[in-house]
Structures are given as C-alpha cells and as structure tokens.
C-alpha cells in the first residue's frame, strides 16, 4: 500500500513539473520572442512595360533568365508609323525617330524574369504588363506581425530564420524594416462592411528581414519560412 502511495506522489510530481515546465516554455517564448509562420522570401519586383503601342516584333528572354539592367528583351514594330501618310515629311521624320528610340524593351533593372507573358506578333499598349522581373540578387524576408506584437519589434533585433526550401535551415538575420500600415490597409478589396455588422480581426503588420549571403542560397521569392524575432 506505502509502495502505490509513493508511486502516486512520485507520477502527481512528474505530471507536475512536466506541466511547470511547459508552462516555463511558453512564457519564457512569448517573453523573450515574436514568433510566425506567416513569412517569406522576397524580392523588389518590377514590372516590364512597352512606352509605344505596336507589334512584338522580337522577344528574347524566357522565364528564369537572368538579365542585366538596360538589356535588351524585345523589340516593337514601327512601320505602321513610318508609312503614315497623315503628317509632313519632316514631322513624319520627327515622329519615327522617337519611336524607333522607344521601340526597343529593356530591362529596368537586374535580376530574374518570373514571369513572359508576350509573344512575337501580339499587339502591346503602353502600361501592358509584358514581364516581371526580380531583384534576385538583394533576397530578403517579409514576416507579418500582429498588432497586438508589433510594439515589441525594433529595428537591428536579432531574428532567427527557419527555411524550408533548405530543410528547416536556420539562419541568423536582423529587423531592417517595420511596416507603418496593416496588409489590409494596401487591400484592392475594401474590408469595411456595408450591411451594418463588423466582427474584429487582428491586423498584420510586414516587417522587413536581411539576414547574409540570401541571394547566394538558390532562394526564390514566394519561398515559406518563419521567423523568431529576439526582443529581450
């Protein structure tokens, strides 16, 4: 009977610092750390775009090229503009000089084409997206913050980056940026309601992570990850 009383004590005891010491755990996380799993790699990305309306005439770059800034992409046809008959000859001469000059695609910047949404032959406008293009060489990660943690967070605090890409790899970086607007703020769809009823969200909060040799890792941007931010 002695024998069960202490094998009781002893379990109650065990089952009581294993509760203590998940209870130390957490306080001790949330104490010392701002944690989320809602964070990933990114990059400045930039938009091509034709400055003339007219036909793709020439496209020489495919998804996953690496380009330089100023490189030549494509070029546009400008016959319809040099035998327009419309003008005078001087000012025809005017006109297709310029377009001759804008005809030509470039890179706006350095980095990566994610996206060739054009073809040979299809018909562009000014402001058509025809690429996008990313910053791949300056690799960063956007973690979003609650609200209600976001007071914690300074800029220069140590962050450890979990990657999965890499099989959990941890990396060291540090808080370069934090956001001075909620995502819901930068919504195309608007978030207040029109029949009267609103129920609360907790907001989220970007905060802007570096950590070293991110562009020499063979990252992508959209690549999941989470971030532990040191905020003793």
């Excluded at 100023?70 to 546009?76: H, K, R, S, T, Y």
């Excluded at 949404?117 to 406008?125: A, I, L, R």
């Excluded at 919504?187 to 570096?210: A, D, E």
Aim: charge should be neutral; avoid cysteine.
């Amino acid at each position: 009977m002695k024998n069960k009383k202490k094998i009781l004590i002893i379990l109650v005891a065990v089952l009581l610092i294993g509760a203590a010491s998940i209870v130390y755990y957490y306080w001790y996380e949330n104490s010392h750390y701002v944690s989320t799993e809602d964070a990933r790699i990114a990059a400045d990305i930039v938009t091509v775009t034709p400055q003339i309306p007219g036909r793709i005439t020439e496209w020489n770059v495919s998804e996953g090229d690496n380009v330089k800034a100023g490189a030549n992409l494509g070029w546009q046809d400008t016959n319809a503009v040099a035998t327009s008959s419309g003008v005078n000859a001087a000012a025809l001469n005017a006109v297709g000089s310029l377009m001759v000059s804008k005809a030509e695609i470039t890179a706006p910047i350095s980095g990566k084409v994610l996206k060739s949404s054009v073809v040979p032959g299809q018909m562009v406008s000014p402001g058509q997206a025809l690429a996008l293009i990313a910053d791949t060489g300056d690799l960063y990660v956007t973690a979003n913050i609650e609200e209600t943690k976001i007071k914690e967070v300074k800029k220069g605090q140590n962050v450890e980056v979990t990657i999965d890409a890499l099989g959990g790899q941890k990396v060291m970086g540090k808080v370069e940026e934090i956001g001075q607007a909620t995502l819901s703020t930068f919504s195309v769809l608007p978030t207040q309601s029109s029949n009267g009823t609103f129920t609360k969200v907790t907001q989220l909060i970007p905060v802007r992570i570096r950590f070293p040799h991110a562009s020499e890792m063979g990252l992508a941007p959209g690549m999941s990850v989470e971030v532990k931010i040191d905020i003793r």
